[in-house]
């Protein structure tokens, strides 16, 4: 499975951005897909997923409210709508996807098996 992250950006606190993951090599209509951040210096954290064919999203505390994740399995795409944006919020940005990933370790980066390249978010205060 490949993943392209797009729509990353520049961006003042309090506005919007929404990014968006095409997957190719493999329908993952079946797949856990999600998106994760990795801020300078610190580790890739989890930020919304779904877990396989579910519609029910996970997210982490400090994006539910602001964020919201959703699927197109026709297009192979995952977006992630980002409203109420903060400076603490700039990272790059990567879309993963897995299918065999279990609920438990949903948000643990290390267990995802593919990734997009990322994708930079900048929330300037």
């Known amino acids: 499975v490949q993943l392209q992250a797009s729509g990353g950006g520049l961006v003042q606190a309090g506005g919007s951005l929404r990014l968006s993951c095409v997957t190719s090599?493999?329908?993952?209509?079946?797949?856990?897909v999600g998106w994760f951040r990795q801020a300078p210096g610190k580790e890739r954290e989890f930020v919304a997923a779904f877990f396989r064919r579910g519609y029910n999203a996970y997210y982490s505390d400090s994006v539910k409210g602001r964020f919201a994740i959703s699927r197109d399995n026709a297009k192979n795409t995952v977006y992630l709508q980002m409203n109420s944006l903060k400076p603490e919020d700039t990272a790059v940005y990567y879309c993963?996807?897995?299918?065999?990933?279990?609920?438990?370790?949903?948000?643990?980066?290390?267990?995802?098996?593919?990734w997009g390249q990322g994708t930079l978010v900048t929330v300037s205060s």
């Open positions: 090599g493999d329908t993952i209509g079946t797949y856990s």
């Open positions: 993963g996807a897995d299918s065999q990933i279990i609920l438990s370790s949903l948000r643990d980066a290390v267990q995802w098996d593919y």
